[in-house]
């Protein structure tokens, strides 16, 4: 997938994209999210997400590996993850203040059973420690968790796919195959497990990884070839065509038994089969139709996805607090469709100056964002 | 001022609309309630003129204070389900305790198969399960569990999902859950009582506003009473479909 002069605008695009929709999702009963993936098809904009967060990832720690050695790589990807932990533990304390507010505002004998949610503020000593340890995490921020663990064993990964990326891809499908069969997960608290299991998700991380340390060249043919195309829309339509049904609940009964007994449900968790299909039938269509060298992806027009998506972390963060925020309004002002589209829009804006204004400072500091294309200006500052 | 006045005309309407035509608050869109599978043993027990229903739940099952035992779903359902079935005795029990998980739920189906008898068990869950993060698969098999269990002991099901709380919606992660449910329905051939649609659509469509803080009982009342409405129609409606099928097999 990379374009001959390093940077694949791509990626940026479509991780721009894929951090509005996750914002979009993230606002409970909101219009708008009416277009975000997750409702034509079974996979939503997290699969984007992580699939391309493992393959920028791996562009910019590959070549620092094979320039500057394991040892210098790996401190600095450990560094990146040490940065995404502090980021959630900043958003975690957004959250709290803003659950301790409702806890202390809100009362209504209706929702007797909902205000049991908030029980864990009776006791801070033990929920705040949980929180450190990835354990307790609230509603909407278990993204950065799973990329904090899967940054945490990223070196020997990157390691083993610039020495042998054939057994490096057997041990991502065999780690998520033992996943399944024998149900791992990481513990969460007060019960349960990781709503990102990181077994099973690190299967589009390493999957990205490999695409970018030249697994793309290997399967690029494959993935044009038409039949693969046709298949890959084929599927996107009869995916489309079962998740409508959801929606129209009467047209449950057009899904035949046994497929629906076959099929559902269709574990996020987990990562479903079916879920990873879909990704990649959309992913197979982008590469297709989208260029590397499209014109457009250096217009004026898509730079604000783009440079979205070249701050991913910072972005993908102010993306969940915009979420609170938004839904605090709705609750605090109006929940009606115009406040709904307001907040939306109004989040979405809010991400892109964000954006722009970290490209500036980059700018003026004598970097550009898109920087991390040439290993010597150092990734240490830029956005894997 | 302004909105104020509004709001307080808005409401007046609204109780007055309410008190004229107490059905129509309910209304829901067509397919939100159906009945999409036969319930035959209730059927059979409105034939012998006596039905027995359990209602196993959490805190959303019930309602507290004074008189909340007959103003909650439960008991507004016995009394409804009476008008409409003449000359049969219908009795609701309430198993209903606050923070039970589904698994909780299903140990204490044995035992109210053998003291109650029931012909019917609504079992609302879900929400207690989402606050506690059990794993969705645990509360699954839970269900698929307790529902063979209470097929097996003689009584139809109705699934009941979790309300819909606009204030908490952002803190508790309630998909896994739902779609838990929806699959336990599906598969296990049970109807669901989509509370979750209902409410939400209630709070769209302005006839409850579920935003609202306040200690009062009225609007949990109403809004329960409205549950029992949906609820009865739905049971009633299943058990049409069930003589319609044995009908057209004669």
């Given amino acids: ?384 | 001022m302004t909105r104020a006045v509004l709001a307080l005309v808005g409401l007046l309407l609204f109780a007055a609309t309410a008190r004229a035509e107490p059905d129509a608050a309910c209304q829901v869109p067509e397919g939100l309630v159906q009945a999409d599978f036969p319930m035959p043993r209730v059927a059979e027990a409105i034939a012998a003129k006596t039905l027995e229903i359990a209602v196993i739940g959490s805190a959303s099952s019930a309602l507290a204070g004074p008189g909340g035992a007959g103003k909650a779903y439960p008991g507004r359902l016995e009394a409804e389900l009476g008008a409409e079935l003449p000359g049969v005795t219908v009795r609701v029990s309430t198993f209903a305790k606050p923070r039970q998980s589904a698994a909780e739920m299903q140990a204490v189906i044995p035992e109210i198969l053998a003291t109650k008898k029931p012909a019917l068990v609504v079992w609302q869950s879900g929400t207690a399960d989402a606050i506690r993060g059990v794993d969705p698969e645990d509360f699954r098999f839970a269900l698929e569990e307790g529902v063979e269990a209470l097929h097996k002991g003689g009584a139809d099901v109705v699934l009941m999902n979790m309300q819909f709380s606009p204030r908490t919606e952002s803190m508790i992660a309630l998909n896994a859950y739902a779609d838990a449910m929806r699959f336990v329905a599906l598969q296990q051939s049970v109807n669901l009582f989509d509370r979750f649609s209902v409410m939400k659509h209630w709070n769209e469509a302005g006839v409850f506003d579920l935003t609202v803080a306040t200690k009062k009982m009225d609007m949990a009342e109403r809004v329960h009473a409205c549950f029992a409405k949906l609820l009865a129609r739905l049971i009633v409606d299943s058990v049409a479909l069930t003589r319609q099928e044995q009908k057209a097999n004669d």
């Fill in chain 1, 1 to 384: 997938m990379t374009a001959a002069s390093g940077r694949d605008l791509r990626l940026d695009l479509f991780r721009g994209l894929a951090l509005w929709l996750i914002f979009l999702d993230h606002i409970p009963s909101n219009v708008v999210s009416w277009i975000t993936i997750r409702n034509y098809g079974f996979s939503d904009a997290t699969e984007i997400f992580v699939f391309i967060s493992g393959y920028t990832a791996a562009f910019v720690y590959g070549a620092t590996m094979q320039e500057r050695g394991f040892v210098v790589a790996s401190a600095r990807i450990l560094r990146r993850a040490w940065q995404v932990y502090v980021a959630h533990i900043f958003l975690f304390t957004i959250y709290m203040a803003e659950i301790a507010y409702v806890s202390a505002s809100f009362e209504n004998p209706l929702y007797a059973e909902e205000m049991g949610v908030f029980e864990f503020l009776r006791q801070p000593d033990v929920t705040l420690v949980q929180a450190l340890l990835l354990k307790f995490k609230p509603a909407n921020m278990d993204v950065l968790p799973l990329y904090i663990a899967l940054l945490a064993v990223f070196p020997p990964y990157v390691w083993l796919v610039l020495r042998a990326p054939t057994v490096a891809l057997f041990v991502t499908v065999a780690v998520y195959a033992l996943a399944w069969e024998f149900g791992l997960n990481l513990p969460a608290y007060p019960s349960g497990h990781w709503v990102f299991n990181p077994f099973a998700w690190q299967l589009l991380f390493c999957f990205g990884a490999w695409c970018a340390l030249g697994g793309m060249e290997r399967i690029g043919g494959f993935i044009r070839s038409p039949w693969l195309v046709a298949l890959a829309v084929v599927y996107l339509v009869v995916s489309f065509a079962i998740v409508l049904t959801w929606y129209v609940p009467p047209w449950t009964r057009f899904v035949p038994k046994a497929l629906a007994e076959w099929m559902y449900p269709i574990d996020k968790t987990n990562l479903d089969v079916l879920r990873v299909a879909h990704f990649f039938a959309l992913a197979v269509l982008a590469v297709r139709f989208v260029p590397a060298d499209w014109p457009a992806l250096k217009s004026r027009w898509l730079q604000p996805a783009v440079i979205c998506g070249q701050h991913s972390l910072e972005i993908f963060c102010l993306g969940v607090f915009l979420a609170f925020a938004a839904h605090f309004a709705m609750a605090e002002i109006s929940d009606g469709i115009p406040m709904q589209v307001i907040v939306s829009l109004l989040g979405v804006v809010v991400m892109i100056a964000a954006a722009a204004l970290m490209s500036w400072y980059k700018q003026i500091e004598g970097r550009h964002a898109g920087s991390r294309a040439q290993p010597s200006a150092g990734p240490a500052g830029s956005s894997p």
